[in-house]
């Protein structure tokens, strides 16, 4: 560096320390505004920096302020920002009573959403989330902290949904039919159809019936079940692409539609396979008899993955797409497929009776907060817990609970 010094008339050494030349350099610029450089250049060498640790004090002479670590979180208000969409989610009717030629004591409605939820409160959705209570036609392995609770009806389908509506208020009743499974039990769609009739005679609430996975006797099981339930408006649980390759996906549709029920159709974790599917279905079916299953991963195994399709499909559909209108549902019982949710651990994870529920819980209100419309759930606590927290976020002009932000800095 060149500095011509106005004292002496002589040129500086290059090799001056750029710390002597840095006092005369700031008087030289101090009070200008602007500062014009010709010809210069500046060559550097090794380049050493050095970060100090511990407090940090002002230079000598500057008036730099002296920063203090934080003790408090800096306050301030959110102020949703008012939107306008164009897109609107289908309604879809669950339940049928006797004026329509069903039997179940009320209809369910889930969808017609045209803003995104819980965002405010001048917008709130037009139907409340559904709540589905699981059964089984057969006894299946359970963690016991959900066994404790059905011990007593786990053989006997029609008296478990009887206690999940009149002891644990169920909105509805999911009737998984595992043992039609042809590696479990194959049993025949007649078989199939006996037990739904049970459950049907046994509860009045509207019923979601699961198939076993294989689309060929899915398909088989679905035309009987949708014929003997002709009129109660079911929702046949679930229809796939992978029926088109087993030609049985427009048996399905059809059978749905000449009996009075809708259909789910499951995809996994991909927009355009969900957009596909519905494409496929609207060839037989009208939109207010579809809903969509964009998968639901466990907490701890990917569950942001289904919060962002979730989200993705939701907001892709108030935007605009006609292929994602459909109101959608969440399997949170797959959050008991996270072993951290059920096994044994070190006593600072607390008890197994709390933490399976909470990890429901969680997947539960995290797609709650992506629009999610009906859930299928087994815990009793998680439900209890998911319709508190949705009447809380639904109250407008709600007070803010007091240190809603320790978790901020609170240390586990």
Not at 205 to 227: H, M, N, S, T, Y
Request: glycine residues 8%.
């Amino acid at each position: 560096m060149q500095d011509k010094n106005p004292g002496e008339g002589k040129i500086m050494p290059d090799a001056v320390r750029i710390h002597e030349a840095l006092p005369r350099l700031l008087a030289m610029i101090s009070g200008k505004e602007r500062i014009e450089l010709e010809n210069f250049s500046m060559e550097i060498g090794d380049l050493e920096l050095w970060i100090p640790t511990g407090t940090a004090t002002a230079p000598s002479g500057s008036s730099a302020a002296i920063y203090q670590k934080p003790t408090a979180l800096i306050p301030e208000t959110f102020f949703p920002l008012e939107e306008d969409f164009v897109g609107r989610i289908h309604e879809v009717r669950l339940g049928e009573t006797a004026s329509g030629g069903g039997t179940r004591g009320k209809v369910l409605t889930i969808g017609g959403s045209d803003y995104p939820p819980f965002v405010s409160a001048d917008h709130p959705a037009p139907h409340a989330p559904i709540f589905a209570l699981d059964v089984f036609d057969m006894e299946v392995p359970l963690p016991k902290v959900l066994m404790e609770n059905v011990k007593d009806v786990v053989s006997d389908p029609a008296e478990w949904a009887r206690m999940n509506v009149k002891k644990y208020n169920a909105d509805m009743i999911t009737v998984h039919l595992m043992s039609t499974d042809p590696l479990i039990r194959d049993a025949s769609p007649e078989a199939a159809a006996r037990t739904v009739e049970e459950v049907l005679q046994a509860v009045d609430v509207p019923l979601i019936i699961g198939g076993c996975g294989d689309p060929r006797k899915d398909a088989q099981v679905f035309c009987k079940v949708a014929e003997v339930a002709d009129g109660e408006r079911l929702l046949l649980n679930s229809v796939t692409l992978g029926m088109t390759e087993t030609k049985t996906l427009d048996v399905v549709a059809r059978a749905a539609k000449k009996y009075n029920h809708a259909v789910l159709g499951f995809t996994g974790l991909e927009l355009n396979k969900a957009k596909e599917l519905n494409r496929r279905l609207y060839e037989y079916l009208p939109p207010e008899d579809i809903v969509m299953d964009l998968t639901t991963v466990a907490l701890g195994y990917g569950l942001e993955y289904s919060f962002t399709i979730h989200e993705r499909a939701r907001h892709a559909a108030l935007m605009g797409d006609t292929e994602l209108q459909q109101p959608t549902i969440s399997a949170s019982t797959n959050a008991w497929a996270a072993r951290e949710a059920w096994m044994k651990m070190d006593k600072k994870y607390g008890s197994r009776g709390l933490r399976g529920p909470l990890w429901e819980t969680i997947n539960a209100l995290t797609l709650l907060l992506a629009g999610v419309d009906i859930f299928m759930m087994m815990h009793p606590a998680a439900i209890r817990t998911c319709k508190d927290m949705i009447q809380t976020f639904s109250e407008k002009d709600a007070p803010v609970p007091d240190g809603i932000a320790r978790w901020a800095t609170m240390k586990i």
